[in-house]
């Protein structure tokens, strides 16, 4: 059964730091693409980062700078971390992975239950 276990989340003033981990279960995770998605309060599920297996790295305008994706296969581990926080970042933050199975076959996602940040002074 494939498990995504996000954690780090919390209360943070802005200008803050938080390393949010992904702890992933029942998948190859050095097969899979890892990505951190983040939905605040009525707006939609949007991609925050995302690193590939070979891990070339890919972030979304708002949190280039500030935000660093990386991965730690031996430790089935992906991580978010996230220095000078804005309010803006307040969302729900969410470990998605993602395989290719082939050229003819959509990707297969699989997410995890989501961790919340919240950034307020």
């Known amino acids: 059964q494939v498990q995504l276990v996000e954690s780090g989340g919390g209360l943070v003033q802005p200008g803050g730091s938080l390393r949010l981990s992904c702890v992933a279960s029942?998948?190859?995770?050095?097969?899979?693409?890892m990505a951190w998605y983040r939905q605040a309060p009525g707006k939609q599920r949007e991609p925050v980062a995302a690193i590939t297996t070979g891990e070339e790295t890919t972030y979304t305008d708002s949190v280039k700078g500030r935000f660093t994706i990386s991965r730690d296969n031996n430790e089935n581990t992906a991580y978010l971390q996230m220095n000078n926080l804005k309010v803006e970042d307040t969302a729900v933050y969410y470990c998605?992975?993602?395989?290719?199975?082939?050229?003819?076959?959509?990707?297969?996602?699989?997410w995890g239950q989501g961790t919340q940040v919240t950034v307020s002074s």
């Open positions: 998605n992975a993602r395989i290719f199975p082939g050229l003819e076959v959509s990707p297969l996602d699989y």
């Open positions: 029942g998948i190859t995770m050095n097969l899979f693409a």
